[in-house]
């Protein structure tokens, strides 16, 4: 499946994807959201759940080209692979 085809699938499709075969990567949190990070057959996935209503607003996959993607690796700590 691409990102077109999965960004297609309605959000509780792609929430069961992501639940059932995504592998969590890192997470951000803003005001109001904390978007995780997964890698879904080999796509970055985006989850948005808003704290104030405790729901998942959008489910959508981000390219690996994406500007965005280096927000997730401030909390990447790689120091363990050079020992």
Same mark, same amino acid.
């Given at each position: 499946?691409?990102?077109?085809?999965?960004?297609?699938?309605?959000?509780?499709?792609? *929430?069961?994807?992501?639940?059932? +075969?995504?592998?969590? #990567?890192?997470?951000?949190?803003? @005001?109001?959201?904390?978007? $995780? %990070? &997964?890698?879904?057959?080999?796509?970055?996935?985006?989850?948005? *759940?808003?704290?104030?209503?405790? +729901?998942?607003?959008? #489910?959508?996959?981000?390219?690996? @080209?994406?500007?965005?993607? $280096? %927000? &997730?690796?401030?909390?990447?700590?790689?120091?363990?692979?050079?020992?």
């Amino acid at each position: 499946m691409d990102s077109k085809e999965f960004n297609k699938l309605d959000i509780t499709h792609r *929430f069961t994807l992501v639940y059932n +075969t995504g592998e969590f #990567i890192s997470a951000i949190n803003f @005001t109001d959201f904390k978007v $995780s %990070l &997964y890698l879904v057959a080999n796509h970055f996935v985006e989850v948005y *759940f808003n704290a104030k209503s405790d +729901t998942i607003d959008a #489910i959508k996959t981000l390219e690996g @080209t994406e500007p965005r993607l $280096s %927000l &997730y690796t401030s909390g990447v700590n790689i120091q363990d692979l050079y020992r």
